[in-house]
């Protein structure tokens, strides 16, 4: 069996332009299209369910201090305490810090061990709109406890600007 090889393939210098407009509007629209870019109460569960490996999710121990109203998204300051003794039996192993409308539901980590003293840290972090912030801690022996504290933006102070 003998294949010839194809006959040169011959483009006019419309056709050469038209499928590079074609193209360049394909890309343009594929890569600038704004997608859905903010977590889900639904993802923020899957993390939680993840993070508690099947053991029971716990209320209490936690508290969170953050502002009710911001006028800053961009800078939102949140404080959170997890009442702990801190002793090598019964300690914070980590603090997970999960927001509902954020680009990606966790928002940071931190991690202690007894020699940390106590379990507890202040940051600043953006809040893309009005939702609830979850913290979940989890023990040393297994068990996770969490909090959840709403934070509203003002109009216009979205941490995404």
């Known amino acids: 069996m003998i294949i ?4 040169q393939l011959k483009l006019s210098r419309r056709q050469v332009l038209a499928l590079g407009g074609a193209a360049f509007v394909t890309t343009a629209i ?4 704004p997608h859905n870019a903010e ?3 639904k993802e923020v569960k899957a993390k939680l369910a993840e993070l508690a490996k099947g053991a029971e999710l716990q209320k209490g121990r936690i ?3 953050l502002p009710k109203l ?3 998204g961009k800078r939102t300051r949140i404080k959170i305490a997890v009442d702990s003794p801190m002793t090598d039996k019964d300690y914070v192993k980590s603090l ?3 927001a509902e409308r954020n680009t990606v539901p966790n928002v940071g980590t931190y991690h202690f061990s007894p020699i940390s003293g106590k379990a507890e840290i202040t940051t600043r972090i953006r809040v893309a709109k009005s939702q609830t912030i979850i913290a979940a801690a989890e023990m040393s022996d297994g068990s996770i406890y969490y909090a959840k504290a709403r934070c509203n933006v003002a109009r216009g102070a979205g941490g995404c600007g």
């Open 96 to 98: 997970h810090i999960l």
């Open 30 to 33: 594929l890569g600038f299209t």
């Open 70 to 72: 911001t006028q800053d």
């Open 63 to 65: 508290e969170i201090t």
């Open 4 to 7: 010839e090889p194809m006959e």
């Open 39 to 41: 977590a889900s109460p």
